[in-house]
């Protein structure tokens, strides 16, 4: 099945930092969605990457795509405490079947 | 523009109960998404709403059901409760012919089965 997995698991950064995220998934994509979710409430929509696109920037995050290796990174950079939250890589299953499958997310921990 | 909402935020069941949960899509969405959370895990799709008709459904028992109204709204239905229900439970509404796109979120609601 198609899975993001997320790693680290969490991580730790002082304020003012970049933050890296990484995900790794197994089949072909469509492409692949970044999400955040604050405090175990809704996701937030953060940005989507095309399979045909290689680096994606929308503010203070970059997005890089290889298909090659199916995985992506998300970088955080200059980060904040209120970027304090779990991030989710997602990715649609191809097709008519778009339901998003998730990793187990990477907590964030950003310390003032 | 209102986003996805839901409604209750929070509730609390005892096992062999039953509950509905309701979404509201996001204005211009016809398609509806429901996943279940865990505590430390990710979402998992449950089922997907379109034209009123469950169109996809992930791997759940019969308990969990679903219903679409013609105003694109949504309902989940759990019979029987029990314990490891207890997750947030999150609505996802995009439109049918952007599948492919990005999903927009409810705030969820949290099941506790007591």
């Known amino acids: 099945s198609q899975q993001g997995e997320e790693d680290p698991q969490a991580l730790s950064i002082q304020e003012g930092e970049n933050a890296t995220m990484n995900c790794s998934y197994k089949t072909s994509i469509n492409n692949l969605q970044w999400y955040r979710q604050n405090s175990g409430r809704g996701l937030v929509h953060l940005i989507l990457?095309?399979?045909?696109?290689r680096e994606k920037h929308s503010g203070r995050l970059r997005v890089t795509l290889d298909t090659s290796k199916k995985s992506s990174s998300l970088l955080i950079t200059a980060s904040r405490a209120a970027d304090t939250a779990s991030y989710f890589c997602a990715t649609p299953y191809t097709g008519a079947n778009s339901k998003l499958t998730f990793g187990k997310g990477i907590t964030l921990s950003v310390r003032p | 523009d209102a986003g996805v909402t839901q409604s209750p935020t929070h509730l609390i069941k005892t096992r062999g109960q039953q509950v509905t949960l309701r979404c509201s899509p996001k204005?211009?969405?016809?398609?509806v998404s429901w996943y279940q959370q865990a505590l430390g895990q990710g979402p998992q799709f449950i089922f997907q709403y379109y034209e009123e008709e469950e169109r996809q459904r992930g791997n759940f028992p019969d308990r969990f059901s679903g219903h679409q109204f013609p105003n694109y709204s949504s309902e989940l239905n759990v019979n029987a409760l029990l314990l490891g229900d207890s997750a947030l439970y999150l609505c996802?509404?995009?439109?049918?012919?952007?599948?492919?796109?990005?999903?927009?979120f409810g705030p969820g609601t949290r099941l506790l089965v007591l």
């Open positions: 990457i095309r399979s045909n696109e």
């Open positions: 996802a509404s995009s439109k049918q012919k952007q599948l492919q796109e990005t999903q927009y």
């Open positions: 204005s211009g969405h016809d398609t």
